[in-house]
């Protein structure tokens, strides 16, 4: 399942998980045991302070919490080429069970209900592509890391690439005593 996500989103990461901390002690020494005992590598983790939600640093936050921009980019590209190809092969299924169950409106005037069906079938695949490259999971977890920060506490934010390390990374900030937010 991970490997057809991986093609679907273009991401090394496609899952987020942060641990919010109230003192800066506990998210370094949270930091200093994800990267030994889980195995990540410093690429995959950021340490974020109070001060890195100021709108004048909002750049630095972005880049922390969304590192792969160019990743973001494949990303839009291919949910929507993923999308727009299963709505057509989703809309001529559908037309051709309406041909061959002899509806009216499909034996009336064949090339509009085509044109209507696999026309709207292959919006409607795009529309979901479009609301799956927006990633609402990662709207709720950056808003609740950025009021954390707003609180003048710290977070700890977590980038695995693989469902052991994201169970690792959970496990190794719960023990930490953070407060953990991850997406999908």
Known sequence: MDYLLQ????????????????????????????RFSAGLERSQLRLLRPED????????FGRAVEPES???????VQTHVVGGFA?????LALFYWLARAD??????????AFIAIVGFSITFGLLAAGLLALRP???LLI?????????????VVVHPVNRAQTAKAKEVLEAGQAEVVSTV
């Open 7 to 34: 093609g679907m989103f273009g991401e090394r990461s496609l899952t987020k998980v942060a641990g919010i901390f109230r003192q800066r002690a506990q998210a370094e020494a949270s930091l200093e045991q994800l």
């Open 53 to 60: 939600a100021d709108a004048a640093r909002s750049e630095l």
């Open 70 to 76: 160019a990743g973001l980019a494949r990303t839009l």
């Open 87 to 91: 709505g057509a092969v989703l809309g």
């Open 103 to 112: 509806n009216p409106l499909i034996t009336s005037s064949p090339v509009v």
């Open 137 to 139: 999971d990662h709207v």
């Open 143 to 155: 808003s609740r890391v950025r009021s954390a920060l707003r609180e003048n506490r710290w977070a």
